[in-house]
């Protein structure tokens, strides 16, 4: 046998016993995202937009949006069932979150005490984007339903896996 196609068959059977003792052991360094658990997303619009800009005062109200190029903006119906989560993610860009029914339960990755955010029927919260880990999960008896709106770069992923932080104990 040819002496470089026996070092090529080694260093694969190599590259791939690394890779399996990693996903075993979650090898120190190791990033596996968190798939969602009962989880159901439906994509209620994609529109495209070549530039955003928004700028509205009415009295002491004040609402500015603005992107500098083009950008995607996605509506989204999640669900997710008693017991179920999103995963931990990531958005490039902001999302609007308004929960319809259910109860939802927000955990923050940069949180080092795990502490919660709970949100019922009628209340939302707003996720900056940008790289900020997070995961939403029901913790209720009921299903939780969303609603999503969000502002990302023009064929960017809206949604980025990302492995649990490793801050809170589920």
Known sequence: MNTSVLRLRIVGVAGFSVCAVAGIINWPGAAWATPPLQ???VTLSRSFFEEIEVRTHVDAHKVDISTKGPSDVHVLRNVIAPGGHTGWHSHPGPSIVSVISGAATLYD???????PARYAPGSGFVDKGGGHVHILRNEGSEDLVVTVFSIVP??????IDAPSPGNCPF
């Open 109 to 115: 990755g940069d949180d080092p005490s795990c502490l």
């Open 39 to 41: 989880f159901d997303s």
């Open 154 to 159: 023009f064929d960017a992923p809206r949604r």
